[in-house]
């Protein structure tokens, strides 16, 4: 099992940047596909990025690419989220999430039903 704590979010202009972390518990940190995912009231949760449990692969929502960035660091059992060129619609809690995956797999997962763990989200907010 893994414990997750998401934070950097905060209040920023539009055109700024954020950058999210989410550290992770335990020793096991390199057998997890992690992803990055938000929601506003009333949508469903979305993956915004994903990456391989090797870093490898990454996924990107259209929203998404050219101005996000997901990184993980494991000697720091960190997954990270650079975000920017920040839009008013990228206004959102977002999440990060972790698989437990084998030494089989080398793909990312973007869909909510495909993680096991949940941070407790952060607070992005973008004014224009």
């Known amino acids: 099992q893994v414990q997750l704590v998401d934070s950097g979010g905060g209040l920023v202009q539009a055109g700024g940047s954020l950058r999210l972390s989410c550290v992770a518990s335990g020793r096991t940190f390199s057998s997890y596909a992690m992803g990055w995912f938000r929601q506003v009231p009333g949508k469903e949760r979305e993956c915004v990025a994903a990456?391989?449990?090797?870093?490898?692969?990454?996924y990107y929502a259209d929203s998404a690419k050219g101005r996000f960035t997901i990184s993980r660091d494991s000697a720091k059992n960190t997954v990270y989220l650079q975000m920017n060129s920040l839009k008013p619609e990228d206004t959102a809690v977002y999440y990060c999430?972790?698989?437990?995956?084998?030494?089989?797999?080398?793909?990312?997962?973007?869909?909510?039903?495909?993680?096991?763990?949940w941070g407790q989200g952060t607070q992005v907010t973008v004014s224009s």
């Open positions: 990456i391989s449990r090797t870093g490898g692969s990454t």
């Open positions: 999430a972790a698989r437990p995956t084998t030494a089989l797999t080398y793909g990312y997962y973007s869909q909510p039903n495909q993680y096991n763990y």
